[in-house]
């Protein structure tokens, strides 16, 4: 896959550095020589740009900002019925290419007159001061702003559309202990490149042409992902039926591999390594949801595995990066949550994650690591194949079976009671090589 977001972060380096266009005599100087402007000195100069452009600070191109505000939200006159569309952070979300055309709230007339909010029409630029940072929009008719917005009109020796691919490339650092935000004169002191007009209209004809083909490789690669996902899906769908894998007399029957399974469990419960696991129900013809070979065979989770949730860990002992003291893999519901000083399991499993929306998700964990109160550990007795075990269980779909509340949670008893097509040993392992060689090449 193509890493379109890096490849626009370059080429607007480049642009940004003149060598993405040609440097023409014939577009003149980039100040106008009417214009009263104040260069950056040579020690600010954050990168080299070619002769005939300048550096300048953001505040010598702005000829006029604004700020904004809230109207009280307990004034109802400010906002019943309300016509004018009021911008905050949480609307650039919605901008179509950069472009703003409504907001999620709206203001009268007297909640605009009575506030610190301010109008913005087409011809600003509006950044973020607060939150997130180096985002900025344009919008497509006059709206007001709230404090966390800056509206921008720029000196027209700058091309709204070069600022604005310019303005994406800065990083900018906010300060804040729980909000990020920038302070105004913070902002209009950030460095600035001005080439000549003519060819930041040239450098903006460039990169648009550059990013529509970027977009069209974006729509090739979601296109693509998705047609593998449904490749993927089917190919499971076919493993988990038996139609993927010769069935082999030599093989044995998964009949044997389950009691194999069973006196390994009785082992366990006698020598009080295991609790012994609640009788469920004989499976019925009806539940039977498709065929399978006739040496496989139906049973339920519970049978073949035994499920435990892991430990409560408290998030200041999870550490983002693996260091000589914690470098034990920590497993959440969703997967890796980072790398602790202690393990409490150690061996080759498939997680189940329990909690939370994406809960019934398969992972996999490999020698020591720790499972928190939110993974479901696997325990295969060191008999069934563990990526198979997992591929299997995946396949099941387990989500379909959490709760449904704010936060989904998966009850292991629940689970449980799932039935899964069993395989011999053998046959396992050849679907999981199987369906390895297949993935490696979507």
């Known amino acids: 896959m193509i890493d379109t977001e890096a490849l626009r972060s370059k080429i607007l380096t480049f642009a940004m550095h003149g060598e993405l266009s040609e440097q023409k005599d014939s577009d003149g100087a980039a100040i106008p020589k009417e214009m009263k402007v104040e260069l950056l000195p040579e020690s600010d100069k954050p990168h080299t740009i070619p002769d005939n452009w300048a550096w300048v600070r953001i505040n010598e191109i702005i000829s006029k900002d604004l700020g904004g505000g809230t109207p009280s939200k307990s004034v109802h006159e400010y906002w019943d019925n309300g016509s004018i569309p009021w911008a905050t952070v949480k609307d650039f979300s919605s901008a179509k290419n950069g472009v703003l055309s409504d907001t999620i709230d709206h203001i009268t007339q007297n909640g605009l007159d009575n506030s610190a909010s301010n109008m913005a029409d087409e011809d600003a630029i509006i950044v973020c001061m607060r939150m997130a940072l180096g985002k900025v929009v344009r919008f497509s008719k006059p709206m007001a702003i709230n404090q966390d917005l800056r509206a921008l009109w720029l000196k027209p020796f700058v091309d709204q559309d070069f600022f604005v691919y310019y303005y994406q490339t800065l990083k900018i650092e906010g300060r804040g ?42 729509g090739l690669q979601a296109r693509y992902t998705s047609d593998r996902d449904v490749l993927k899906g089917k190919l499971i769908d076919a493993a988990i039926c038996g139609k993927l894998t010769k069935q082999l007399p030599e093989d044995g029957t998964a009949e044997e591999l389950y009691q194999q399974i069973q006196e390994e469990k009785k082992r366990l419960e006698k020598e009080g390594k295991l609790k012994k696991s609640k009788k469920l129900p004989e499976i019925t013809e009806d539940e039977i949801p498709f065929d ?22 408290t998030a200041s002992d999870i550490y983002d990066d693996k260091t000589s003291e914690h470098h034990f893999p920590c497993y959440g519901g969703n997967g890796l949550r980072g790398f602790v000083s202690e393990s409490n399991r150690c061996g080759d499993f498939a997680l189940i ?7 019934g998700n398969i992972n996999f964990a490999h020698g020591d690591f720790y499972a928190t109160e939110h993974a479901v550990v696997v325990n295969h007795f060191g008999i069934c194949d563990y990526k198979w075990t997992g591929m299997f269980l995946n396949a099941l779909n387990l989500n379909q079976y959490a709760t449904a509340t704010a936060q989904p949670g998966l009850a292991v008893g629940k689970i449980n009671k799932v039935l899964i097509p069993l395989p011999p040993l053998n046959e396992q392992e050849r679907i999981v090589n199987c369906l390895d060689s297949l993935f490696v090449n979507l």
Do not use: H
Request: proline share 7%; charged share 20%; hydrophobic share 45%.
């Open 177 to 218: 202990m729980t909000v990020s935000g920038i302070r105004k004169n913070e902002l209009m002191n950030y460095p600035f490149p001005v080439p000549p007009l003519a060819e930041q209209i040239r450098i903006v004809k460039i990169v648009d042409e550059l990013f529509n083909v970027l977009a069209t490789i974006d």
């Open 292 to 313: 399978i070979p006739a040496n496989w065979k139906w049973v339920r989770i519970c049978d073949i595995f035994d499920l435990q949730s892991g430990k409560n860990i």
């Open 353 to 359: 994650g329990r909690q939370g929306a994406l809960c």
